[in-house]
């Protein structure tokens, strides 16, 4: 059966952003200074939504095991089919575990689902919460044959933002550093909602897309700036386009094709910074053990002998390496920088603009920035609105060529 969140985004993102944004060209652009409470409406020839604020299918759990869900809620919920057919009521939920079974799944102390998929609608907004977490919004939850549970919280795309903008930077920056990440993300998740409307989420709540953890980072500042920014977007050339932010560039943005491995998309070609020095991740660095990046390659598929040397190869003007050529007892092995990235740990080799130092048994890296570092600087958006830019001007720095339009 078709996900209704997706029939309803198709009917409704998808006749107004597709069809109009499509074909949208001499869009004026929003000035975005500090204190406005509404960026300037658009003329006619603006992007459309119909009017319309959609809703977003954030995943919260991807095929989890029996009794990891843990659900409660304050007030009254129902427990709906798809089609919205009633199956039961619930006064309230104590915290109960989702439990699946040889024929279906249901929420501990209450009868199994006849279905395997339901709709879970608390009547008080906020009264839900999901392991410990508080939500907004509707929870769909999924049961597959061999006996997994997923979880997806059913939002308006703002409410979502309110609680991204929380997670992802600090709420005492200045005003136009946070219009400018709302403004981003509220791109990037659009996009995405196009992408995937015929999947079963349209982002997971976690690094892979943003980070999104409900209610607990929510406050009135995040959303004053969402509503701040309400319905607008970037675009290039009227058409959408994954408005990728990172944490600190380290100095100089990336393109997507080196920092994601993906196609590239002209606003997002490389920009020097110069803005972010203020993290602390501008510069920094770590020691390993030879015979641990060793094993981790090893548990990534990689045989190799002891680590002799490995160096960044193919450094551009934004100072990433495109490989790292590893030598080692038994050879040579050479990966991509973003792929030798993952398997060190994003946490440690923190972007792929680093250098090596030989230590004895160890590896001294050292590098600049942390994240894939395309598009948008977080910390260099922090940096640029502290010495006078509005939102507008640090948007078009970090994503040459783009516009922003109101589309709902």
């Not at 409410?159 to 005003?175: A, D, K, Q, R």
């Not at 994954?242 to 490389?270: E, I, K, N, Q, V």
């Not at 510069?283 to 390659?297: D, H, M, P, S």
Request: hydrophobic share 35%.
């Amino acid at each position: 059966m078709k996900n209704p969140a997706a029939s309803l985004f198709s009917a409704s993102l998808g006749a107004g952003l597709l069809i109009i944004l499509f074909s949208c060209t001499g869009t004026p652009t929003p000035r975005l200074k500090e204190g406005n409470k509404t960026p300037p409406k658009l003329s006619s020839e603006a992007l459309l939504l119909n009017g319309k604020e959609p809703i977003i299918r954030v995943s919260l759990f991807q095929a989890a095991p029996s009794g990891k869900i843990r659900l409660s809620s304050v007030g009254s919920a129902q427990v709906t089919t798809l089609a919205g057919d009633l199956i039961m009521e619930m006064p309230s939920i104590a915290e109960s575990a989702v439990l699946s079974s040889t024929t279906g799944f249901a929420i501990e102390g209450y009868p199994e689902f006849e279905v395997d998929q339901v709709i879970l609608i608390p009547q008080n907004d906020a009264d839900l919460t999901v392991n410990g977490i508080r939500y907004h919004g509707r929870l769909h939850l999924s049961h597959s044959p061999d006996g997994l549970i997923s979880a997806v919280n059913f939002v308006p795309l703002d409410t979502y933002l309110g609680g991204v903008l929380g997670s992802e930077v600090i709420l005492s920056w200045p005003v136009a550093s946070l219009q400018a990440n709302a403004i981003a993300s509220r791109s990037y998740a659009l996009y995405q909602m196009l992408q995937r409307q015929d999947e079963p989420a349209d982002v997971v709540s976690d690094t892979r897309d943003q980070v999104y953890r409900g209610m607990e980072r929510e406050s009135e500042s995040a959303r004053a700036i969402v509503q701040q920014t309400h319905g607008v977007v970037l675009h290039y050339n009227g058409k959408p386009f994954p408005a990728y932010f990172s944490s600190s560039c380290g100095g100089h943005t990336t393109d997507a094709s080196t920092g994601l491995d993906r196609a590239g998309w002209a606003p997002l070609s490389p920009v020097k910074c110069g803005f972010c020095d203020e993290s602390r991740y501008f510069r920094w660095n770590f020691a390993v053990q030879k015979g641990e990046i060793a094993a981790l390659l090893s548990r990534s598929g990689h045989s190799v002998g002891v680590i002799q040397d490995i160096r960044p190869v193919g450094r551009g003007v934004d100072g990433r390496a495109r490989t790292v050529q590893i030598e080692h007892s038994k050879g040579q092995l050479s990966l991509k920088a973003t792929e030798f990235r993952h398997i060190m740990g994003t946490g440690k080799l923190r972007s792929t603009s680093f250098d090596t130092k030989d230590s004895g048994d160890e590896l001294v890296f050292s590098g600049n920035g942390w994240g894939h570092g395309v598009g948008l600087c977080q910390w260099g958006t922090k940096g640029m609105a502290s010495a006078g830019y509005t939102a507008e001007f640090i948007l078009n720095h970090y994503y040459p060529g783009a516009k922003l339009a109101e589309i709902y």
